[in-house]
């Protein structure tokens, strides 16, 4: 069994998919990725794993419930309130940063429009939640 853990991609819009998936692929993160495409779905996966993933990449405009429920929701389960969750989205509004960290974003990305710029982000994102960064021990 791989120790590598998961890394959640919760992303309605396909082109964004795609481009993020791409991005950490050539940023030679190997980790399995699993995309939610709404904020229901994205729940119900992230309560069903066993270990939890190393990081959900969110965003916030999604459907049926939205990003900031999800992260509401995941700091609300024990078993989830220190998952590390990077919002990535490309609102800049005010209120939808200070609203994420209120709830306990460990990030804030705006996604950057030139693709180029896109693609280096997200690589440095998996390069840092997926090799870098030290989870707590037991996988949660």
Known sequence: MSSLRTIVLVEDNPDDERLTTRALRRGKIVNEILVARNGEEALNLIFSLDPLPCVILL?????KVDGLEVLRQLRANERTRLLPVVVLTSSSEERDIVE???LGANSYVRKPVEIEQFTEAVRQLGLYWALLNESLPGGF
């Open 59 to 63: 965003d916030l405009k999604l459907p």
């Open 100 to 102: 994420s960290y209120s």
